[in-house]
């Protein structure tokens, strides 16, 4: 049986995650407020973010934008910002 979260980002009750993404309290807010599909979408961003920005899951500034944008994404009030060099196909 799936755990249902009321989704923060996409505003319905709809499956959430099976496990915190990462500890802390972030992770159990995200845990206890992302919808599975969210964070998919999430995970999509996450990757044009490193491919655009040519960012390295070594660097801690990288780590702490990504961090930034993720909350940005889930739980602010708009759209998050494209990088400029961003094409879609």
Not at 22 to 38: H, I, M, N, Q, R
Request: glycine letters at 6%; a negative charge.
């Amino acid at each position: 049986m799936s755990r249902k979260v009321q989704c923060v980002k996409i505003k319905e009750e709809m499956e959430g995650l099976e496990f915190a993404p990462f500890p802390g309290e972030l992770g159990k807010k995200v845990y206890d407020t992302v919808s599975k599909e969210a964070w998919k979408q999430w995970l999509a961003q996450q990757t044009i973010l490193i491919n655009e920005y040519r960012l390295s899951s070594l660097d801690p500034k990288a780590r702490s934008f990504l961090q930034e944008e993720m909350q940005k994404f889930l739980f602010g009030d708009g759209e998050v910002e494209m990088p400029q060099e961003f094409k879609p196909v």
